[in-house]
């Protein structure tokens, strides 16, 4: 575990660093991308930074969400120390489930705003995402944060997995049918691995609801959404085509 890196006589955050990292590898995936599928890479840079800031105000809300019974609990600390109630509730906690909602609902209004297709989008934002999101899990890992159980690195497996999901929408991005639920498919792919991935979590702070984490039951829900979008958009496209 290492949360500060020690450069050049600075003292930087491991987690801010690969947050940083991640955001700067995804514009770089983007660029390249975009000229892959002749799409207007600038649209691209735009719809992904305003999605990426949404992603951050999703993942706020939804921890914040979440954490609502301890909040109330911690009311007090307000009056007694402030600034730890808001360093505690409001520079700390994010949680990704949010992130990815918030991020592709920002995305989806920025790309309607520049009259682009999100659809066609995807093929370069999806691969984007996964990359900084892997990022992110080095960050956690470094900071030491959602850990798992008896050392098991599961913020280094995540990484891993997110890499893997990086490269298999690249590749299937070529696929207008594929890209048609690019979106709900990427949710339904990453909430069936955080579910797995679930069980070898270690920080109990998540909470729980009966035998599932928190975290679990979202990806129950997230997983059935997806996969009525899915179903709609073939039975919407199947009318069309009849």
């Not at 949404?54 to 809300?61: F, H, P, Y």
């Not at 920025?110 to 682009?116: H, I, L, N, P, W």
């Not at 690019?182 to 702070?205: H, L, P, T």
Request: with cysteine; proline share 2%; hydrophobic share 50%.
């Amino acid at each position: 575990m290492h949360p500060y890196i020690h450069l050049y006589g600075k003292v930087i955050p491991s987690y801010g660093l690969c947050a940083v990292s991640g955001f700067v590898a995804a514009l770089i995936v983007i660029k390249a991308l975009s000229r892959l599928r002749r799409l207007n890479v600038e649209d691209g840079i735009y719809i992904f930074t305003l999605g990426a800031l949404g992603a951050v105000a999703g993942a706020k809300l939804l921890y914040v969400v979440l954490s609502l019974p301890q909040i109330i609990s911690d009311l007090p600390l307000l009056k007694a120390d402030a600034g730890l109630f808001f360093t505690k509730y409001i520079s700390g906690g994010l949680v990704l489930y949010g992130g990815i909602a918030g991020g592709i609902a920002a995305a989806y209004y920025t790309a309607k705003g520049y009259g682009d297709s999100l659809t066609e989008y995807s093929a370069v934002l999806l691969p984007a995402m996964a990359v900084m999101q892997s990022l992110g899990r080095v960050g956690c890992f470094m900071a030491g944060c959602c850990y798992g159980r008896n050392g098991i690195p599961v913020q280094l497996i995540e990484a891993g997995f997110d890499i893997m999901l990086a490269v298999f929408f690249a590749v299937k991005g070529k696929n207008c049918a594929f890209r048609r639920c690019a979106a709900a498919r990427y949710v339904i792919y990453y909430a069936s691995f955080r579910f797995v991935i679930e069980f070898f979590r270690g920080d109990a702070i998540r909470g729980h609801i009966g035998v599932l984490s928190t975290s679990q039951w979202i990806s129950i829900v997230a997983i059935i959404a997806s996969a009525f979008v899915i179903m709609h958009g073939r039975i919407r496209n199947n009318v069309r085509e009849d």
